[in-house]
């Protein structure tokens, strides 16, 4: 069965800085991983997706993620932060045949001024 | 969200009551998609069906039930069955293959 792990629950960081969150997954097949982002009382926007070639994948809002096969993880990250990337930031994978999205448990990215 | 619309955006019910959430895509996608949100527990699927007329249980479908009698719509009831039926309630299609979901805007859900 496949699961992911988001490997911090909150991250703050100050304005202009860069960030990364972390997500590792595992399954014995090869999978789709995507990232989406959540701001307060919305739905979930696709920020980015891997399904096969280039391993860095650039998103929307200058966000980008690395797939890292030897060490199944797709971390995702931005050089520089803004206050309006306040959100919660959720990583989720897919098998190639027949298989649900499952996702991580969120990341809280607080940006500080 | 963008061509997938679920409503209301709040809704309050008394313990004991049935309630339906609707969610409608103008998409043409084949697949749709509930989910719960709990603070701190992630998204956790209830229902999901990938063709009209059919319909698999989730992760959590114990005091939930749904429709598919049309392709782009995909009631959720909330029955009085569900133990703690407040929460977040998002809805997704996806077109199938490639998994790729896109999201509602949400129901809150309220019971007391």
């Not at chain 1, 909150?10 to 990232?35: D, K």
């Not at chain 1, 200058?62 to 309006?84: D, Y």
């Not at chain 2, 989730?58 to 407040?86: C, H, M, W």
Request: hydrophobic share 30%.
């Amino acid at each position: 069965a496949q699961s992911v792990t988001q490997l911090d629950s909150q991250v703050p960081v100050f304005e202009e800085a860069p960030v990364e969150l972390r997500c590792n997954y595992s399954s014995s097949v090869s999978v789709y991983l995507f990232w989406y982002v959540q701001y307060p009382n919305q739905g979930l926007q696709l920020l980015l997706k891997y399904l096969s070639g280039s391993t860095l994948v650039k998103g929307i809002n200058g966000f980008e993620a690395e797939f890292n096969k030897s060490q199944t993880s797709f971390h995702l990250r931005k050089p520089s932060v803004h206050i309006s990337d306040t959100a919660e930031y959720f990583c989720a994978v897919s098998v190639l045949q027949g298989g649900k999205l499952i996702f991580g448990q969120g990341t809280e990215l607080s940006v500080k001024p | 969200d963008g061509g997938i619309t679920q409503s209301p955006k709040y809704l309050f019910r008394k313990e004991g009551q049935n309630v339906t959430l609707s969610c409608e895509q103008n998409l043409n996608h084949d697949a749709m998609y509930w989910y719960r949100q709990d603070p701190g527990q992630g998204l956790r699927l209830i229902y999901y069906s990938q063709i009209v007329n059919d319909f698999q249980k989730g992760d959590i479908a114990e005091g939930y039930s749904v429709s598919r009698e049309k392709k782009e719509s995909f009631p959720l009831t909330v029955t009085s069955a569900q133990k703690n039926p407040t929460a977040f309630y998002l809805c997704a299609v996806s077109e199938g293959v490639v998994h790729e979901q896109y999201f509602g805007p949400g129901t809150r859900l309220t019971v007391t």
